[in-house]
Structure formats: structure tokens, C-alpha cells
């Protein structure tokens, strides 16, 4: 017990930056140890990218803790990025009802010939569904809140030299309200979440309104 | 061990100054109603950046900047025109560039574009000091739609105008360009530089945290392998992204029609089009000019949409030789 909480303590601190991280289907999870992951999709922007995630067996649900890494599609190919690390587990569970919920922590990068960002966020992820070992459907609710943002002004510095580059707090949030489709065959897992997407107030939304993702999973149980 | 801990992150936190993101000249510039020293003039209700330059006795020569939600920083050369006889009136559109930010609600009505209208009438009523006085227009994309719109509505008070790429006298005609000339590239580097930071920046009502927003989402024109020819950025004080947004809602949901009296406006017209500019060209320019019944459309040479900042040594000669010829 203690070394199982070493590792998740471990594996939070490694990870501690996230938002999409680790689709997983706990009626699927069996033996499995490790789960690793492919995906891509869009929502600000069009990205792909790989995450990983350990099963941690409790008591009363398995635990997943899980780092993403995602880039943005484009020729610069690390000037944007974004690292999430994520623990998810099922809050609660009845027949094939079944709901997750999943708390993140996000560390991402952007850089343009206008500035560059650093930035720290949270989100957090209730999955609510009907879900079986070989497929399910799920509600998703997202929230991701960028807390803090370090800003090296670039070209808009040249237009406007008063500009101030430092670190910025409360930044500003995105809701995402989806739904995603699960399915299951031998130690592979598949999810197609489709939704849509708005800012912390709904009045200053994402331009691109719609977000949608691919993922393929591999489920190990040994290395 | 955990009073050492806490006195770190303190000593981390006041090391960590940190900024509100809407605090006024912090990540944009301070507008005319903010700062006394930006030079100014109000009309119709709201305080607008203005810069003149030449003859106050002159024939004015209102230059009229793109957008909606631009401003005239980029448009800067025409001020040559001082030295060739014409009083050069530059200004912010309202709640645009260094001008006074409005409320969303002033551009949300059907009525909307005629507050801008009335705005450069306001304007030409204040510099013109007579009635022989003539008053030349010099309107850049949007600009230059707004100016149709001012002939549109007061064709009498116009006696020429220069009008470089405007969408379309009208939204379905406007529509179209922009479907061209806005294609959304979905795996280029330019859709991620102008929407990634929508995920940091997020939510926000504050008008300053929108205007500084904007300045992302504007690099998407002037991205390489852009199709409206610009070769790169060009400078700007700031972006009102609210006129922005809201003139581009109120636009699709009630439309415009520049065009009823242009038929009355006899007065020869310069329309120019850039040749770098794949999604305009002749064929479009003769299209949308083609409400004027007297108009002459010519290229300017070695540039893109961004005409006057990029191409001004072949639009200079052409646009003083059209209007030495009305003055």
C-alpha cells in the first residue's frame, strides 16, 4: 500500500500539468497495468498526441494515473505544446451506470511571432454513462481553467514597447459539453468524443465552437 | 521542514509579481479617453483618435482604415498627400485603435453600421471649414466599404473616392470574398498561432483581455502562404475586437446594401485591386465596383490586400494622379 501510494504521489508531482488525458473503459480494465494511448482531434486548433496511464488497484475502484502529451498540428512542431497529468477513478457505480470523475493538472506552451505563454492550469472531467466491457456512451463535462500565464511579449512588444511581459493570473476558462462513444476488442479500446465548446462566461467563446477526438488504446498487463 | 516550505513558496509568491490581465496599458495600448496626450476629437457621442496633417484649407482627404475593428496605423504613408495640396484627416473607427471603447450594445442593433456613418459625417462637418471645400475619400477594405456606405447615403457631400479591396458593397457579395480569402487551413501552423492562445485567454468580458486576444487571431491573415498576398505582419496600436465581433454578428444576422442611390454618384471612382491578392483580382473588382456608374479599376503592382502599407510606391503616383484630377 504505501509503495502503490508512493507512485501515485510520484507520478503527480512528475505529471502535475493537464486537460483531455487517458480516455478509459473501467468495465474493460481487467489484469490491465498499463494503458497507452493514442489520439487526435481539434478544438483550438487541430492536434495529435500520446499519453500513458497506470492502474492502480484500490480498495474500491481501480485508479488511473495518467500523463498526455499533445501537440498542435503545424510546421513548428514544439513551439505549442501541451502536458496533463491526470488521476481519474468511478465515483460511482450502479449496474452499467457508471460515473468518473477526473481531476487535472495542465502545464502548455504557445509561441507565435506575437508572444510567447507559459502556462498553468486545472481541469477537471465528470464522464457520466452507460457502459459495458465492450462499449459504452458517455456524457462528458470538461472544465479547464488557465490559472496562471507567464507572457514574453514578441512582435507586439516592437508595436507597442509599454507592453509588460510577466506573469498574468486568472487568465480565463473553457466548458466543454460533449458526448463519447466507447468500443472494446481484445486489449484494445477505441473512443470518438464529439461536443461543443464555450468560455467561462458563454459570451467569449472559442471561434472554432465545435471539438471532437479520436483515441486508440492498448491495454497491458505486463511490460 | 514545514515552516521552511512555506517561507519558500512565500518568497516564491512575492517573487511572482503578478499582472491582472485587464489592468488599462497593460497588454494594449491606453485609448484617447484614457490618456490626454493621444490626439482626439469628439463627435457624435463617443472620442475618436485623430491625426491630420497639411493645410487645414485644403481639400480633405478622410482616410478610412479596414476591420471592422482595425485602425489607421498602417495607413500611415498617405499622409504624403499633406505635401501635394490636401489637408490628411486619419482616424480610429469608433471603439477601434486608440479611439474610446464602446459597449457591445452599440453595435448590435440593425442600425449599427449607421453609427459609423454618422461618425465620419460628424468628422467631415468639423474639419471642413466651407462650403467650397471639397471632400475626398480614401476607404481600405472595410474602410472602403464604410466609404461606399458614406456615398451611398450622402452622395452630395462626396467629390471623389479611392477605394482599395473592399469585401463587397453588399454581405452576400462580402460573404464570398471572405469564404476566399479566410479559408481556414485546419493543419497549418497559422490556425494554431491564431487559436491556441483562445485556450490560455479564455471567458474573459473584460474588453482589454479581448483586444489583446485579437492580436493572435489577426496574424492569421498575414500567415505565409496567406492567399490575400500580404508578405508578413503589419503594425497596429490595437484591434477592437468587440466592433469587431459584434459589426461581423450584426452583419450576418441583418445584412447590408450599399448600393440603392450609388447609382446617382456620377463622379469618377478609383478602384483599386493588389495583384498579390489570389481571392480578389480584376474580375472581382469589376464585379463589386461595378454599382458605380462612373469608375476606373487598376492594379497596384508588387503586393497584397495590405495595399497602402505594402504597395504604396504604385499606389501613391496612381492615387495623386486620380485626385489632382477632382480637386
Known sequence: MKTKYLIVTFLSVLTHHTLRAQDVNFRALDNTKHLVSAHVGGDYGTYYGVSYGYVLKTRYTPLIVGTEFTLPFGNDVLDDWKWKTSVQGEVWRRENFSLVLKPSVIFRRYESTMARMYNVGADVSLNFGYVQPKWGVVAVVNFDKAIATHIKNGLLKEYYPEIKDGWYVATGGNFKFGARLQYSFGTWDTFVTVGKQFGQNFEDNPTLPYFAEVSVQKRINKW | MYKCIN???????????????????????????????????????????????????????????????????????????????????????????????????????????????????????????????????????????????????????????????????????????????????????????????????????????????????????????????????????????????ALNENAGEYGFDFTANLHGFSTNVLFLYSENNTAYGKNWAETVSSPFPNVEVAMVENCGHEMLYFGWTDLYPKALTYLNQLR
Not at chain 2, 498617405?78 to 489637408?87: E, L, W
Not at chain 2, 485579437?214 to 508578413?232: L, Q, R, T
Request: glycine share 10%; charged share 20%.
Open chain 2, 7 to 245: 517561507v519558500f513558496l512565500l518568497f516564491l509568491l512575492a517573487a511572482c509579481e503578478l499582472e491582472e490581465w485587464s489592468k488599462p496599458g497593460a497588454l494594449v495600448p491606453l485609448t484617447a479617453d484614457q490618456d490626454s496626450s493621444i490626439p482626439s476629437v469628439a463627435v457624435n457621442g463617443t472620442l475618436l483618435h485623430v491625426e491630420t496633417y497639411g493645410n487645414p484649407t485644403d481639400p480633405l482627404l478622410i482616410v478610412i482604415h479596414g476591420g471592422p475593428g482595425g485602425d489607421f496605423r498602417s495607413l500611415l504613408n498617405a499622409k504624403d498627400f499633406s505635401d501635394d495640396g490636401f489637408y490628411v484627416v486619419f482616424y480610429d473607427q469608433r471603439g477601434t485603435g486608440l479611439s474610446k471603447r464602446e459597449d457591445r450594445s452599440q453595435y448590435e442593433g440593425e442600425d449599427a453600421v449607421d453609427l459609423f456613418i454618422n461618425d465620419l459625417d460628424a468628422l467631415i462637418n468639423h474639419f471642413k471649414i466651407g462650403p467650397t471645400q471639397k471632400v475626398f475619400l480614401l476607404g481600405h477594405s472595410w474602410g472602403a466599404m464604410l466609404a461606399t456606405a458614406y456615398i451611398n447615403e450622402h452622395p452630395e457631400k462626396i467629390n471623389g473616392a479611392v477605394l482599395g479591396e473592399p469585401g463587397g458593397p453588399t454581405w452576400p457579395q462580402t460573404e464570398e470574398y471572405l469564404s476566399r480569402s479566410n479559408k481556414v487551413k485546419f493543419f497549418k501552423e497559422a490556425i494554431n498561432d491564431a487559436l491556441v492562445p483562445e485556450q490560455i485567454i479564455a471567458g474573459r468580458s473584460e474588453h482589454e483581455v479581448l483586444d489583446y486576444k485579437a492580436s493572435f487571431f489577426a496574424s492569421y491573415e498575414n500567415a505565409p502562404g496567406n492567399v490575400i498576398g500580404n508578405p508578413g505582419p503589419y503594425p497596429f496600436w490595437r484591434n477592437g475586437a468587440v466592433a469587431f465581433e
